[in-house]
């Protein structure tokens, strides 16, 4: 039997610091997860430039920049009730398994866009 890969703490629409590495302390909203990878990408964060080739369109070609995905350990969510980084933890309520934040208390809803 195939296992499903481990959901991660973080989900698309979520907004998280970084932990650690070049852009510690930073906060971004995450634009992509792959759980397969265990890894996110996060807007503004681990800015990479890529040169890019001359083209017959643009012949001069030049530099690309765009975020590079991070591992999601790195991230820590933040919770948008009380502002803190939280460690997720879950709870059900009407028999649906929901975020909270160990802090407020508050749910963390979905916030897939
Ligand atoms: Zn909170």
Redesign the pocket.
């Known amino acids: 039997m195939a296992t499903e890969p481990t959901p991660l703490h973080v989900k698309r629409g979520d907004t998280v610091k970084i932990g650690q590495g070049k852009d510690r302390n930073k906060t971004g909203r995450v634009l992509r997860v792959q759980p397969k990878k265990s890894t996110i990408i996060v807007e503004g964060i681990n800015i990479v430039t890529k040169a890019i080739k001359p083209t017959q369109d643009n012949q001069r070609g030049g530099f690309e920049k765009f975020e590079a995905p991070i591992h999601a350990s790195k991230a820590l969510l933040v919770?948008p009730?009380?502002g803190?980084t939280?460690r997720l933890a879950f709870k059900t309520v009407a028999d649906k398994k929901v975020r909270f934040?160990k802090?407020?208390d508050?749910v963390i809803e979905d916030n897939l866009k």
Do not use: R
């Open positions: 919770c009730s009380c803190k939280t934040c802090k407020c508050a």
